[in-house]
């Protein structure tokens, strides 16, 4: 008797524990101690790859962010654990993916925003999940998994910022259907903001309007428009599958234009801010507010920004090019506008200084270029013009497109004073850290860690449809990049 009412209380004792398991699940409150569990939905097979799992009870949108739970894993040992905001992130690379990419904020356990190191990446609270553009049967744009990686650790080894990248394995696990959905290999990078340990500038706020004080620090970007800067507020998924007008529609609220055309002419006899893809779009070059925010920024600082921008551009389309004095470097940081030059040349980066292009400007400062972004269709131009010519050209190629390159880079390019400093810093950079066997080295290396840990297959399982020899992959891109970095010693030599 003592016996079975022993198994009794064991079998009290076990239903209570399963009851308290369902009951964790099912409160979205309690969802932090889900993630507690140390199971996943794949095989690891002792990676090395820093293990990413998500859990919500939400659906995830565009905007807003929705609550969940992140937890970090490290030869399957947790090593972070914190509640998160996410949303999906990306404009064109939402629409053709169905790898979506990520916005994740680090919450406390009130939903406040919180700063928190990860990877060993300096405090801070906004972080991407960027994953990789592809849709079976035919869309893929970087099928090596690395383009952003090498290019911002090229730019890092440079002596530049960019934002601070990490190769992660993702999962999300959804508790209201009790899906766990493997999403494959993840770069997890900071998101690009002011701050003294990402693009250092001092702060400016609405009461900074004095002399001194008004000037920096700015953020700027040349690029399309999206998400909240132009979408009405709580729209479905769909809207952001669809609307392509999103991108285009610059306003006063968020951007300025140049007064000059992509080829330097003037703009005065057409108004700005015409309806997405107009007829005369693809002359106009938009700038965009990024710090201080659109809705942050004061009228004063939008007036200092706007005629900074508008002096620059009228010194370089005027200055001299035959005499010793250039009054635009009054106004531009030559040594950022020169590594940005050579970084998006030698990566192939057909978006540059047309999309995703940063700039920014410090308190009593210059103008400097920078950081790069957005290297996902780099390397092999997607056929958009001739290996052996300037990416800065590319307007050439492609004179439809609704955002060519600024006429800046053109005109720097004839420029004496640019073109031997541009020499002289490429000998430099060539001796080191942009050697053939510097660059081919670390593409090895960086594929090798992927291979060897098994994350290139367990990605091209989870997405498949689409034939990937991974190894021709990295041979195709050794292949560019050693004959981009020798074709770059013959141009520049000869400039």
């Known amino acids: 008797m003592r016996n079975n009412k022993n198994l009794l209380k064991i079998f009290e004792l076990l239903g209570i524990i399963v009851f308290s398991l369902l009951f964790v699940v099912s409160c979205n409150k309690d969802e932090t101690r889900l993630s507690g569990i140390n199971s996943f939905a794949i095989n690891l097979d002792g990676s090395e790859l820093p293990y990413i799992k998500i859990t919500t009870s939400n659906f995830i949108t565009n905007e807003p962010k929705v609550s969940a739970h992140m937890d970090i894993y490290q030869n399957s040992e947790k090593v972070f654990s914190n509640p998160i905001g996410i949303e999906y992130r990306g404009v064109t690379s939402f629409r053709m993916s169905d790898k979506k ?11 406040n925003d919180v700063d928190v190191e990860i990877f060993g990446f300096p405090k801070e609270e906004d972080w991407i999940l960027m994953g990789h553009v592809f849709r079976s049967p035919e869309i893929i744009f970087d099928a090596s998994l690395m383009n952003h990686y090498i290019g911002y650790e090229l730019y890092r080894q440079m002596g530049n910022y960019a934002s601070r990248s990490k190769f992660v394995e993702l999962e999300i696990d959804y508790i209201h259907n009790g899906e766990s959905d493997y999403k494959g290999i993840y770069v997890f990078m900071e998101k690009l903001k002011r701050d003294s340990k990402r693009i250092n500038i001092s702060k400016l706020i609405p009461s900074d309007e004095g002399p001194d004080d008004i000037t920096g620090g700015y953020i700027l970007k040349i690029d399309k428009t999206g998400g909240s800067d132009v979408a009405p507020d709580n ?19 968020i951007s300025f234009r140049s007064n000059y055309d992509i080829n330097g002419n003037s703009l005065a006899s057409l108004p700005p801010f015409g309806p997405p893809y107009h007829e005369y779009q693809k002359l106009e070059t938009y700038f965009l507010y990024e710090y201080p925010k659109a809705e942050e920024i004061t009228s004063p600082q939008k007036n200092y920004i706007q005629s900074f921008i508008n002096d620059f551009e ?28 050579i970084i998006n040349e030698l990566t192939g980066n057909i978006d540059a200084y047309r999309l995703s292009t940063y700039m920014h400007k410090d308190k009593g400062g210059k103008l400097k270029m920078g950081p790069i972004w957005d290297l ?12 052996d010519d300037w990416i800065a050209n590319y307007n050439s190629y492609v004179p439809n497109d609704p955002w060519l390159v600024p006429f800046w880079w053109k005109r720097l390019l004839e420029d004496p004073i640019f073109k031997n400093s541009l020499k ?14 510097s660059v081919l080295s670390f593409v090895d290396e960086t594929s090798q860690y992927l291979i060897s840990n098994g994350a290139i297959e367990r990605n091209y399982n989870k997405w498949s449809g689409i034939n990937v020899d991974y190894p021709s992959v ?22």
Do not use: C, H, V
């Open 101 to 111: 990419s990520y916005g994740i904020e680090t919450w406390d356990e009130s939903g």
């Open 235 to 253: 729209q479905p998924l769909e809207y952001y599958e669809t609307n392509w007008s999103d991108d285009a529609s610059y306003n006063e609220g």
């Open 314 to 341: 009228t010194a370089l389309l005027y200055d001299d090019f035959t005499s010793q004095t250039r009054s635009y470097l009054d106004y531009i940081d030559l040594d950022s506008f020169i590594d940005y030059f």
């Open 376 to 387: 996902n269709i780099g390397y092999n131009r997607q056929d958009r013009g001739p290996f």
């Open 424 to 437: 002289t810093r490429w000998e430099l950079l060539r001796a080191n850290t942009l050697s053939n066997n």
């Open 474 to 495: 990295i041979a195709d891109l050794k292949s560019y990049l050693n004959n981009r970095l020798n074709w770059m010693d013959n141009e520049i030599n000869e400039l």
